[in-house]
């Protein structure tokens, strides 16, 4: 087995030098010249683009970007990783744009009753939530929610509410997929996993338990060792990813590239009626039960959300 690389061994410059360095209108502009390039810049097309009348000061910018942000290559300068990272984030909208979208109800259906289902976006947070039932999760969000996560406002651009709460069940995906096999999305970090388990699970007539507020007995966490970047979500989801559930699905007529959008009503059919337990405490062991029409896919999984096995119900063939 490899030897993990020690921390020492990647650290750069400090996080405090790095924000200073890009405190700077000039170093900023530098790294969007770069990023619109077709291709490496020499010293004089750069000042000439940013700063052409500032030919004292253009020099000390660029040598502070020179070396994390930027690369200076035989052919001229280029953007090294971390810069191009500041672009986007940037170009994403994050960091430098406040929009907001006012509740309204969308064509959208609730996977759970069908009813109406409203949509809001504020502080960079996308939120879904059902009007005619409980949705996911009370636990402080508001009634009805089955969609609460960050979003970045360049997502909103030329899209209408039902496209944009698909492009969040999709980027929702992106993200959560390489956690759940030990990756941070943010920044490539290694991935611990928690559980949290209703001890006494009974949903009521909204469709949640008053013992946790929520719909499912079993939620779990990813969380990124170094940057602390984090999801909470329904246990079951690591169940979705395996080819014998994926091809259980196809077969009944889902045709959806992977990961399939889970909390949506064109796949209701599909994941209304998925549960979850804990069958073990200590250590976990968790059973999925995947009914479709008639036929079931029970899948067991281990606290690392591994699967273990997946077993066809009396009705499944083929």
């Known amino acids: 087995m490899d030897a993990p690389v020690d921390s020492a061994e990647i650290e750069g410059i400090p996080a405090e030098e790095a924000f200073a360095i890009l405190g700077n209108e000039t170093r900023l502009e530098v790294l969007r010249t770069l990023w619109e390039a077709e291709g490496?810049?020499?010293?004089?097309?750069?000042?000439?683009?940013?700063?052409?009348?500032?030919?004292?000061?253009?020099?000390?910018?660029?040598?502070?970007?020179?070396?994390?942000?930027?690369?200076?290559?035989d052919e001229g300068y280029v953007l090294r990783f971390a810069g191009e990272q500041v672009v986007r984030?940037?170009?994403?909208?994050?960091?430098?744009?406040?929009?907001?979208?006012?509740?309204?109800?969308?064509?959208?259906?609730?996977?759970?009753?069908?009813?109406?289902?409203?949509?809001?976006?504020?502080?960079?947070?996308?939120?879904?939530?059902?009007?005619?039932c409980g949705g996911a999760l009370g636990d402080g969000y508001p009634d009805g929610t089955y969609m609460h996560y960050e979003f970045p406002p360049a997502g909103l651009v030329g899209r209408g509410r039902e496209e944009i709460i698909d492009a969040a069940h999709v980027l929702y995906d992106s993200k959560i997929a390489p956690m759940?096999?030990?990756?941070?999305?943010?920044?490539?970090?290694?991935?611990?996993?928690?559980?949290?388990?209703?001890?006494?699970?009974?949903?009521?007539?909204?469709g949640l338990c008053p013992e946790c507020d929520t719909r499912y007995e079993v939620w779990s966490?990813?969380?990124?060792?170094?940057c602390l970047y984090s999801r909470r979500t329904v246990m079951w989801f690591a169940a979705l990813n395996h080819p014998a559930v994926i091809a259980f699905f196809h077969r009944?007529?889902?045709?959806?590239?992977?990961?399939?959008?889970?909390?949506?009503?064109?796949?209701?059919?599909?994941?209304?009626?998925?549960?979850?337990?804990?069958?073990?405490?200590?250590?976990?062991?968790?059973?999925?039960?995947?009914?479709?029409?008639?036929?079931?896919?029970?899948?067991?999984?281990?606290?690392?959300?591994?699967?273990?096995?997946?077993?066809?119900?009396?009705?499944?063939?083929?």
């Open 40 to 73: 490496p810049c020499s010293f004089a097309d750069l000042r000439r683009k940013v700063a052409p009348g500032d030919k004292g000061n253009f020099s000390y910018h660029l040598g502070k970007l020179t070396g994390h942000f930027v690369r200076k290559t």
């Open 89 to 132: 984030a940037v170009l994403a909208g994050t960091i430098t744009s406040d929009p907001s979208i006012p509740p309204d109800t969308t064509s959208e259906r609730c996977l759970y009753c069908g009813g109406t289902v409203e949509m809001v976006y504020d502080e960079e947070v996308i939120s879904v939530r059902c009007t005619d």
């Open 180 to 206: 759940m096999k030990g990756v941070c999305p943010e920044c490539a970090g290694r991935i611990a996993v928690s559980h949290d388990v209703c001890p006494d699970h009974e949903t009521g007539d909204s």
């Open 221 to 226: 966490r990813y969380e990124c060792e170094n």
């Open 252 to 318: 009944r007529g889902l045709d959806e590239k992977v990961p399939l959008r889970k909390l949506t009503s064109d796949n209701a059919r599909f994941v209304r009626d998925i549960t979850e337990t804990a069958v073990e405490t200590d250590p976990y062991r968790f059973r999925v039960t995947v009914p479709v029409d008639g036929d079931t896919l029970v899948v067991s999984l281990d606290e690392n959300l591994d699967i273990l096995s997946v077993d066809h119900g009396a009705s499944e063939t083929g």
